[in-house]
């Protein structure tokens, strides 16, 4: 019988897929893919007398997880299989291929549906036999094992860190700097930075509220920590908003506390912020979850603290006092014009008497005016509407930041090849998704007090029906803490000799509540 020439035998396109899960090293002149395929090379030729001939086309992906498929060099050999190009695939060891039992299936169903066969050079299978594909999901399931295994090793180290005070990595924060010298990292001060964050609390004791702490921000220019990756890419720097402050403020770092989940404990890093203001900070954050506020009347009788507002600067406008021999003189005055100077507010003081008066009497006619609590009820209505919706859109956005984020630390658990940097990696990415977290309990906590404010026509005919009764009654503390609960802000156009009036909706519903209890034991 004729011995069958090489030129008849059938050729196997043979390619060879290498994989590294992290960067390190490949930069050097031989490196672990260089390995790999030379193994994958020598195995081919050990097999040229069945016809197995390399396809000149490398498949590198160096620097991808084997945790999932989402790798740029494995996207062209599937396409390429799928083109018919191939015929067999050659790796070096299985778990190149893939780590994850569910995606190699896939993998495998690729194969078969294109009839390209698999090896292993160091695990040698035949996997058109049941015992080859046994013996591969064996294999695959100890990997997978192995991986998970390695992923609570790095979650239990980190936890172990932060019970002995020890920065576990993550995204560095306004006011420290990370020093990476010593055999593991460090929070140091960032002098600049941390004075920077001392007043941003202080701005917070001053002003009370958000808002005008992220406003004054932004015109300060001031934002959050930017810093450098190890490649060399910058992250961070975007300005404040309610969110970011509220996750400032609340940072137990800044009192040299290191906090893993529920709990914290002592850091080895320097405190920027005392713990008397933190205290401060945090309970005046808490009287305004309650919805208390936090509204103080000061011995001159300044009914609108707190609610009237520079409609060209768009900042509160404070109480203060001109003494002039024997008398006083009570004015409200736009923070920038304080803070600043006179000629970077165009808003002149107010005199406080009179602006009181001017809103006390608005609200009487809204009283006796049932076209006017239309008004105020269809204002109302849309501004929470207007909000919920911008509630809504956030909480849809936090959420797919959330889901992004589980699926980074889903993608870094799922790889045995964990290096340091993945270990860094993943404790930046358990810190966003507290971050996140904490942001999405804000916004629901806002939703449902906004959907509990909603009012109707009975809660404003309530509320105002018999005003100008009530207010003779009160005395000025009382007073001041029904215009607290009636508006939300005042504005006073000077040009245009102007009063704009913004009602609490939540107010109205608590005023009415109290004037129908009164109105019902004053019945019986």
């Given at each position: ?21 992290t ?9 672990s893919?260089d390995a ?21 086309t490398?498949?590198?992906d ?26 067999c695939?050659?790796v ?31 695990q040698q ?20 094992f ?6 609570e ?9 932060r ?13 420290y ?21 001392r ?18 921000l ?15 890419k ?6 404040f ?53 936090n ?5 001159y ?32 005055t736009c ?18 008497a009179d ?6 009497d ?24 207007a909000?919920?919706?911008e ?7 936090l ?5 992004h ?31 996140i977290?904490?942001s ?5 906590g806002?939703i449902?007090?906004?959907?509990a404010?909603?009012i109707?026509?009975r ?5 105002f ?33 102007s009063l ?9 519903k ?15």
């Amino acid at each position: 019988m004729k011995k069958q020439t090489e030129s008849e035998r059938r050729i196997i396109r043979c390619a060879i897929y290498t994989r590294k899960s992290t960067e390190e090293g490949l930069d050097q002149e031989f490196n672990s893919l260089d390995a790999q395929r030379e193994a994958g090379e020598n195995f081919i030729a050990s097999q040229s007398q069945e016809g197995w001939k390399v396809v000149p086309t490398h498949y590198d992906d160096g620097g991808y997880s084997g945790g999932n498929v989402d790798r740029p060099a494995m996207k062209r050999l599937l396409e390429d299989i799928t083109a018919g190009k191939i015929d067999c695939v050659v790796v070096y060891k299985v778990d190149r291929l893939s780590r994850s039992l569910l995606d190699f299936s896939k993998i495998m169903e690729t194969f078969d549906n294109h009839g390209v066969s698999f090896v292993s050079v160091t695990q040698q299978f035949n996997t058109t036999h049941s015992m080859g594909r046994l013996t591969l999901n064996i294999l695959l399931s100890f990997a997978q094992f192995e991986r998970e295994i390695i992923g609570e090793r790095i979650r239990d180290k980190i936890a172990a860190q932060r019970r002995r005070g020890k920065w576990a990595g993550g995204i560095p924060v306004l006011g420290y700097d990370v020093d990476r010298s010593g055999p593991s990292p460090k929070l140091v001060v960032n002098a600049d930075e941390a004075a920077k964050v001392r007043r941003i609390f202080g701005l917070y004791l001053e002003m009370e509220s958000m808002t005008p702490v992220v406003e004054e921000l932004d015109r300060r220019g001031w934002c959050l920590k930017s810093w450098k990756t190890k490649s060399g890419k910058t992250r961070g720097g975007k300005p404040f908003d309610k969110s970011s402050l509220h996750t400032m403020l609340t940072n137990q770092t800044y009192i040299g506390r290191i906090k893993h989940k529920t709990q914290t404990f002592k850091g080895e890093h320097t405190p920027i912020i005392d713990q008397k203001l933190f205290d401060d900070v945090a309970a005046i954050m808490r009287s305004h979850a309650r919805g208390g506020g936090n509204h103080l009347v000061n011995k001159y009788q300044a009914l609108l603290k707190g609610l009237i507002y520079c409609p060209a600067c768009n900042y509160s406008m404070v109480h203060n006092v001109a003494r002039r021999r024997s008398k006083v003189y009570r004015y409200y005055t736009c923070v920038t014009a304080i803070k600043r100077g006179r000629k970077y507010c165009p808003s002149p003081s107010l005199p406080a008497a009179d602006i009181e008066a001017a809103v006390v009497d608005q609200i009487r006619c809204i009283a006796d005016d049932p076209g006017l609590r239309r008004d105020v009820l269809e204002q109302s209505s849309k501004r929470c509407e207007a909000e919920l919706a911008e509630l809504n859109t956030q909480r849809t956005q936090l959420t797919q930041r959330l889901n992004h984020q589980h699926e980074q630390m889903k993608h870094i658990s799922s790889s045995t090849d964990v290096g340091s940097g993945d270990s860094e990696r993943l404790a930046a990415l358990h810190q966003e998704v507290a971050g996140i977290i904490e942001s999405l309990e804000i916004v629901d906590g806002e939703i449902k007090r906004l959907t509990a404010e909603q009012i109707d026509e009975r809660d404003v005919n309530a509320a105002f029906s018999d005003f100008g009764n009530v207010w003779n009654e009160l005395n000025i503390r009382e007073k001041s803490a029904v215009l607290t609960l009636l508006i939300s802000r005042i504005e006073f156009d000077a040009d245009e000799s102007s009063l704009s009036i913004s009602m609490h909706p939540a107010g109205i519903k608590t005023f009415s509540a109290e004037a129908t209890e009164q109105q019902q034991e004053t019945n019986s």
